[in-house]
């Protein structure tokens, strides 16, 4: 029988939060290192109510997978701002109010849950992500703090692949 650790037993080792990479397309630059945080995967299934007589019995009906929120090191060169608003300009340009295609924007994510060795144990795709808001941050003269840029991803779907 294994030891026991506050009830858990040694043969199991939790996943950590901060062993974790995620990864861009090439074409955005974004580079795993610069991220500080994401969101993992989340989905609502909708229950469809089937009334009969004096009770009431559910089914499934859609689903659907939640935003993902992303946080990043705002670098200077490459500028993490420059890159992510590259890729908001795929969604939708100021200055001429284009709006670009489905095919040109969206794109796939993958995120890796790595082991305490650095081995990957899990991977998210990501599929089809289109970006829905972004924050680049605050300037203050009394922080001293990194500045970060945060930006919410909707995916098409999310597959667990292990």
Known sequence: MAELIRGIPFDY???????????????LG????????????SMTINAVEIPFI?????????????????K??????????TQIMEWV???????TGR??????YKKNLIIKALDPTGVQVE??????????????GNNSMDSDAVQMVSFTVQPWRCILNY
Not at 30 to 41: A, G, L, S, T, Y
Not at 99 to 104: D, H, I, K, N, V
Not at 123 to 136: G, N, P, R
């Open 13 to 27: 080792e939790p996943k950590r939060e901060n062993r974790f990479f995620l990864e861009f397309p090439t074409e």
């Open 30 to 41: 974004i580079e795993e290192w610069k991220i500080q945080e994401v969101k993992r995967p």
């Open 54 to 70: 004096n009770e009431t019995n559910y089914v499934a009906g859609k689903y659907k997978w939640e935003t993902i929120d992303i």
């Open 72 to 81: 990043l090191i705002d670098t200077i060169g490459p500028s993490t701002s």
């Open 89 to 95: 300009r795929l969604h939708a340009e100021s200055l």
């Open 99 to 104: 709006m670009g295609y489905a095919a040109g």
């Open 123 to 136: 991977k998210w795709f990501l599929e089809q992500c289109m970006i829905t808001s972004v924050d680049f």
